[in-house]
């Protein structure tokens, strides 16, 4: 572990590994977890100086407690909900973009982090994703961990490491170590890491082992040391019932013959698994509407009328039946099949007090879906004229909502988002892989998009909240409830 030097001389020049030899007599080196505040700041009072391992002084102020929260494994930002994603290709499929303006962000199905996040009630609040495809252990030190360092945020989730033994050819051992060290210098920063073991893959002779290697040294060192939140991805994604530690394959990965990245499905049940395990260190917040916070009381906050789902004004169109709520538009996007689909307003019940807190639109499916139908729920600057008025050039949005799915049947995409102008939209859970079946079950889910920058210098020329569910056949008996719509002008 990287050390804090504490005494009455000038900086050293050097800052080695603990145990450190050959500094000044006047310095002592000391374990991070080892050094109070009391002591660094008595030692300040009376002329000392105490630095870090990158050369920075002691301030009281940033890094108040940072030494028993580092020691506790908790971040010194604890309680700071904003995030950076980083890593490799693992990570970077919690969000993509395109364009320069930027006019398209996906929070991808394929995102482990994406369905975390959601499986939690989105307490994130994502500042950016450095991670990109191919990075190694090192690419992360040196080009993106400056960055999180010195943004302030309270948390980083990131995967790295699969590279450094595919491409780099890196030792388990040397991989292990890298990680660690990526760990320490978040922490050391007051940064809470969200992160994990490396993922399985098709078998490789050379490669397997490595992985192995490399996870079990990760895996001794979360049990001993302080280390963030840590949950062990292998072990889930792995096939249990392959004696050469497999991942689970096509059912759960989309890139043949490695299968090594999750797909729509793999990425689903991995967030859920890791929320499970790392939920009671998260500080969880709600952040999504409730009441019927709309555009007439709440301004800027939701530009959406009738969020609440009340009255039975809506639109109802072909091959659709049932009741919608004022302001609000069910219809098949797409339909090549038969289905058909009923929709309703059902209560939103508390399950530990059993009180209403909302109200949802649910939808039953019924008939023959075929491949690429899409039911949609909506509503467009046609049903509410200042979702597209109150937006102009330089205005940031985003949006949110909560589903649910019960006995869910060939759905292969369940996304939402909101659209400024003709071809800006921010998603999230946009399939960007090919696409399997859905978990017939998902419990709540929270959506939440990346904020997106209207472009242009005027007014937006068209705006739309959209909830999409997409099938890959077969959709009879599927029941899918929306709540808590939000669209939030950010600024």
Request: charged residues 10%; neutral net charge.
């Amino acid at each position: 572990m990287k050390i804090r030097y504490i005494g009455s001389g000038a900086n050293p020049a050097s800052y080695q590994e603990y145990p450190v030899t050959g500094v000044n007599a006047l310095w002592q080196p000391e374990q991070v977890s080892d050094v109070s505040d009391a002591r660094a700041n008595a030692l300040v009072a009376t002329g000392g100086f105490v630095y870090d391992d990158d050369g920075s002084v002691w301030s009281a102020q940033r890094t108040s407690h940072a030494a028993e929260h580092v020691a506790l494994g908790i971040s010194a930002r604890a309680g700071k909900n904003t995030l950076y994603l980083a890593g490799d290709s693992m990570a970077g499929n919690g969000l993509v973009s395109t364009g320069s303006p930027v006019n398209f962000l996906n929070r991808s199905s394929e995102g482990w982090f994406t369905w975390l996040d959601a499986s939690l009630g989105a307490p994130f609040y994502m500042v950016g994703c450095l991670a990109a495809g191919g990075k190694t252990t090192s690419d992360m030190m040196s080009e993106q961990i400056p960055t999180i360092v010195s943004s302030g945020v309270g948390y980083c989730a990131f995967s790295i490491g699969i590279n450094d033994i595919n491409v780099s050819l890196a030792s388990g051992e040397t991989t292990a170590a890298n990680i660690i060290l990526i760990v320490q210098k978040l922490m050391v920063s007051g940064i809470t890491p969200i992160w994990g073991t490396l993922f399985p893959m098709t078998y490789d002779s050379v490669v397997t082992p490595k992985i192995i290697k490399c996870n079990d040294i990760l895996r001794r060192f979360a049990q001993q040391n302080p280390c963030g939140l840590f949950f062990d991805a292998f072990s889930f994604l792995v096939d249990p019932s392959n004696s050469q530690n497999n991942s689970r394959g096509a059912s759960y990965n989309y890139d043949s013959p490695a299968y090594l990245h999750p797909n729509n499905a793999g990425a689903l049940l991995l967030g859920r698994w890791a929320a499970s395990k790392l939920g009671n260190g998260i500080l969880k917040t709600d952040a999504v509407q409730c009441g019927n916070e709309d555009v007439t009381y709440a301004t800027t906050s939701n530009l959406l009328s009738n969020p609440a789902f009340t009255g039975v004004g809506g639109t109802v169109s072909a091959n659709c039946t049932g009741t919608m709520p004022t302001g609000w538009v069910i219809d098949w996007a797409t339909r090549t099949g038969t289905a058909s689909a009923a929709a309703a307003v059902v209560n939103v019940t508390d399950s530990v007090t059993g009180l209403a807190i909302g109200q949802a639109i649910q939808i039953t499916i019924s008939g023959s879906a075929a491949a690429n139908d899409v039911i949609r729920v909506y509503q467009s600057d046609t049903q509410n004229a200042t979702l597209r008025t109150s937006l102009s050039g330089g205005n940031a949005v985003q949006a949110e909502g909560v589903f649910t799915v019960a006995t869910g049947a060939n759905i292969s995409q369940i996304a939402m988002r909101v659209q400024t102008n003709t071809n800006e939209t921010t998603w999230f859970g946009v399939n960007g892989q090919t696409a399997v079946s859905l978990p017939a079950t998902i419990p709540a889910m929270t959506m939440r998009t990346a904020p997106l920058t209207v472009l242009g210098s005027t007014v937006a020329t068209q705006a739309r909240y959209d909830f999409r569910v997409t099938f890959n056949g077969v959709g009879t008996g599927s029941v899918i409830t929306l709540y808590s719509p939000r669209v939030r002008k950010v600024s």
